[in-house]
């Protein structure tokens, strides 16, 4: 993937003598820029002196990014600091939003950079300064430190002092590193070579997939193999049809085949797809002639092709097959101005629109998070909502984020559901019934079934309004509500570990048996 950032783009940035501010873009209803075009901002600078100075720009800069504050929408902000140039955090920095964060004061702290070393000093704040959560008067910052001025949190690290922040409705993420792989997903959309998205467990390959579906424009349907999941008994009826069945690639024609998680494939599954790749033809079990179909081919894989090749989890001719435009996806650890971006776009349907205290915020960005972007999802579902407006660091989530979440792969074996809604079984527990509660009932129906088909898929909380109470006109915000209280009394009833909260809605965790 490129590594080196993009020009900017007329617009995205407006400079001054101090600093250079970049905020997340404005936009009309229609999503239309609205954004004033660039003029020069730089004293005594034409265009063309400008332009001189952005391209002699160093490739990382020094950079605090607005992680935390409180309004959501304006976390991704950013202050690039210069050298020499010492910048005052404070009320009046419109770049960070100073003027919506009441506990901050005119003149909050300043922050100097002299070469690699970076200072913040306390200048005589209401509230104090703090690094780390620690309260300082003056102190050196590493890279990481997470500075806490008033309400706001900011991220101190090196960054491309240019790049466009995402701007993507289904994406949430403000940093360089998402910016560069949606860049790469967009430029790939319109080509036909096979694309291998590669990264740790839990970054959201499968989002990402998804997203370089939709942005291709391809009016097929997006295809789901889980290749783990694959055996060699009737694979071929499975992935080439058989009579009058189609099978999966088939199914794909006109739209995306999505390989998730490749490097689990066995021999055989890899050779019945690389025939495939090889041909681009599909024949049914038992046709005498094949069918050639328009697919476009996307996979999924913990490494690289190198990396697949030489711990031999995948044949070198098949990696070379799948691994034509490989994008890596960067850790969760890599990105943390990302991690309240997330939090923002999970509570934005809750009734009330609950945000995050700042220590609860402050906590999230200290943490490792080994498990990416699912495991954060997986705290943020545990964190108690009810009647709250500000939600704070309850022991049961710091307790969580000191010793280790558990990992997907660690989460107890044996809970059960019963397709039909009427009933579920927990670990230890036995086997809960629902009767009489028929909206329980429908929404665990919709769950399992979304989780038999599809096992990671999301419902909306408009899919599960319609499921829960189907023939009623709900408004949005009721909807929103009912499926909150549903919900949180599965929870309390004992699947409070079974069931995730994401981005895209509610979906019943991947190793529940649906029956």
Excluded at 343 to 371: I, K, Q, S, T
Excluded at 384 to 391: K, R, S
């Amino acid at each position: 993937m490129r590594t080196t950032p993009p020009p900017p783009k007329t617009g995205a940035f407006c400079l001054n003598s101090r600093a250079i501010h970049d905020r997340p873009c404005d936009r009309d209803e229609d999503g239309s820029d609205r954004r004033p075009r660039l003029r020069s901002k730089i004293p005594g600078m034409d265009s063309t002196q400008q332009t001189a100075r952005l391209a002699a720009s160093p490739a990382l800069v020094w950079t605090l990014t607005l992680v935390h504050h409180p309004k959501p929408s304006s976390i991704g902000r950013r202050l690039v600091l210069e050298d020499g140039l010492p910048v005052t955090l404070g009320r009046g920095l419109d770049v960070l939003d100073g003027q919506s964060d009441k506990r901050l004061s005119r003149a909050h702290a300043a922050v100097s950079v002299a070469g690699d070393r970076v200072t913040i000093r306390d200048t005589g704040s209401r509230n104090g300064t703090f690094v780390d959560g620690e309260s300082v008067g003056e102190a050196e910052l590493r890279e990481g430190s997470i500075v806490g001025v008033g309400s706001s949190l900011l991220l101190l690290h090196r960054r491309p002092p240019f790049f466009d922040p995402p701007h993507n409705p289904r994406v949430a993420a403000v940093s360089a590193g998402m910016s560069d792989v949606l860049a790469e997903v967009a430029r790939a959309a319109s080509r036909v070579e096979p694309v291998l998205l590669f990264g740790e467990t839990g970054v959201g390959k499968g989002l990402v997939a998804e997203e370089l579906h939709l942005a291709s424009g391809r009016g097929g349907p997006f295809v789901t193999v889980h290749c783990g999941a694959v055996g060699d008994e009737r694979l071929h009826a499975l992935l080439f049809g058989e009579g009058d069945s189609p099978g999966l690639l088939e199914s794909a024609d006109g739209g995306t085949l999505f390989l998730d998680g490749v490097d689990d494939a066995r021999p055989a599954l890899q050779a019945a797809l690389l025939s495939f790749l090889e041909r681009g033809e599909v024949r049914r079990v038992g046709a005498a002639l094949g069918r050639v179909l328009d697919v476009q081919v996307v996979s999924s894989a913990r490494g690289g092709v190198a990396e697949l090749v030489g711990e031999r989890r995948i044949r070198p001719d098949f990696a070379a097959r799948i691994g034509a435009w490989p994008i890596e996806l960067p850790p969760l650890r890599a990105r943390r101005e990302d991690i309240c971006a997330i939090a923002a776009r999970v509570f934005e349907g809750v009734e009330g629109r609950p945000w995050l205290h700042r220590d609860l915020a402050l906590a999230l960005l200290r943490y490792d998070w080994p498990g990416n972007v699912r495991e954060l999802l997986s705290v943020l579902g545990r964190v108690p909502l009810e009647g709250a407006f500000e939600l704070r660091l309850e022991p049961r989530v710091a307790a969580m984020l000191a010793g280790g979440v558990e990992r997907p792969d660690e989460l107890e074996h044996g809970y059960v559901v019963d397709r039909a809604g009427n009933w579920f079984e927990v670990p230890g527990r036995g086997r809960v019934s629902l009767e009489p509660r028929k909206q329980l009932e429908r929404i665990l129906r919709a769950l399992a079934n979304a989780h038999a088909r599809e096992p990671g898929r999301a419902l909306s909380v408009a899919e599960l309004v319609a499921a829960g109470w189907p023939g009623e006109k709900v408004l949005p915000r009721a909807g929103a509500s009912r499926v909150y209280v549903s919900i949180a009394s599965l929870r309390r009833m004992g699947l409070r570990d079974a069931l995730e909260r994401t981005p895209e809605g509610y979906r019943l965790d991947a190793r529940v048996r649906a029956e």
